[in-house]
């Protein structure tokens, strides 16, 4: 039986419920959740949300986790690595949480879902960048590194878009996809041996200005209509 960690807040997020459901949902049994303090940011206030973000359950992780039969562990951030140092764990999951120190991608193979299609869409608001810029749409799992978005290479996958999607409708399906990889790369590491580090080029993406989100639902007519008639290559 699989033994797998995950990284959260210790403040219930949408992310970190839906990924413990769904490891329940597998009949992944043995999770320890490791719980690392919440700092409130300043709220950003997109003009588009692109990401859900109503919890699933009006409850505390704690809660959740011992209803799901799971192990809470409450843990500064600075003292995962001595954690993990003295479990072996076949998978550890960042499910919600901030930055993570050098020396866990260093010493450990943490596993992230990033929503989007590395190493061409970097960064903070990936989706929108892909939609305004025309790059692919999609999800990549990996290997942390110590430089954001990159590391090896577990899956990625292209989101398939349809004729009677809206740009909110492909956003849920990407978030679907993201949380689906996640729980997928679980087996995948079981079973392959050699990863490929990710390329890593271009400017890491900041959060996208207002005057470009006023534009997004154009731009993402323009994305659908290429992709789908015009067979645009970068898509």
Known sequence: MKKIAVIAYDHPTRKTQEILLRLKGSDYQEIDVYATPFAPRKPLHPLISHRPSGLLLEMDNETLAKNLQYTYIQKNTEKLNEAFQQTDYDAILIGGAGLLPQELAENHRIINSHPGYLPYVRGLDAVKWAVYEKKTIGVTVHFIDKEADAGLLIIQEKLK???????????????????????????????????????????????????????????????????????????
Do not use: A
Not at 175 to 189: A, F, N, Q, V
């Open 161 to 235: 878009i349809e004729e009677n999607d809206t740009f909110h409708s492909m956003c849920f399906k990407l978030w679907d996809l993201e949380m689906k990889l996640l729980i997928d790369s679980i087996e995948i590491i079981g079973q392959k041996k050699n990863f490929q580090p990710l390329p890593v080029f271009g400017e890491s993406h900041r959060k996208m200005p207002k005057e470009k989100e006023n534009e997004l639902f154009t731009k993402f007519e323009e994305y659908k209509n290429e992709l789908i008639h015009g067979g645009t290559k970068n898509l």
